[in-house]
């Protein structure tokens, strides 16, 4: 059984990211909805982070890095790249309780840098899967929020209930948040250092 996992993805169970030496009393829980109707799910999710869009930004499209701070994935790379596209090949292994999943994924990407991803599956054999990952700007902090429509052809996702679907949404939205976060930290350590040296 394979699944697709995108800036976002579809329903990776990750694991929780550990506590990280960044001030987090800023950012939001991470709010996720997962609807089902027919043979189409719905997933959507946001949150509210205090760091910059451009570190936000920098972490939705890290592709060539994700697995290094996407638990579960084992591999993600940039197959394609202009100033507008992204081609993205993904893989890992979700634990779906005492059995293992196998996935592997390619996405075509439209970017609008800063503002919006616009992903579609064009590789795999989880099924169609589309979504859109947008970026604003409110009191300072970043939004992001996450919408997605999906027909999954594997019939054990595709009979996961809406609420084992949503903890997995919470888990990944959760460890991009955290990632963020964690490189504002190391932003500012580092600009800190830089002025006492002078």
């Not at 609807?35 to 959507?44: A, N, Q």
């Not at 701070?69 to 394609?80: D, F, Q, T």
């Not at 064009?122 to 970026?135: A, E, H, R």
């Amino acid at each position: 059984m394979r699944l697709l996992i995108s800036l976002a993805g579809a329903l990776a169970l990750l694991a929780c990211w550990p506590a990280l030496a960044a001030d987090t009393s800023a950012a939001s829980p991470v709010a996720a909805h997962v609807e089902k109707k027919g043979e189409t799910v719905t997933l959507e999710s946001e949150f509210t982070v205090p760091v910059s869009r451009e570190i936000a930004w920098e972490v939705l499209t890290d592709f060539d890095h994700m697995a290094s701070y996407v638990p579960n994935l084992s591999s993600s790379k940039i197959l394609e790249h202009t100033d507008t596209t992204m081609k993205v090949e993904q893989k890992g292994v979700v634990p779906l309780g005492i059995f293992h999943a196998s996935y592997d994924s390619i996405r075509q990407m439209e970017l609008k840098p800063m503002t919006e991803i616009r992903a579609k599956s064009v590789g795999g054999d989880s099924g169609p899967l589309t979504s859109i990952s947008t970026l604003s700007e409110k009191n300072g902090q970043t939004v992001v929020s996450y919408h997605a429509e999906w027909t999954p052809t594997s019939k054990l996702v595709g009979s996961l209930g809406t609420g084992t679907a949503r903890d997995q949404l919470l888990h990944q939205f959760t460890a991009m948040e955290q990632e963020m976060l964690r490189r504002a930290h190391k932003g500012k350590t580092e600009a800190a250092s830089g002025t006492a040296a002078q």
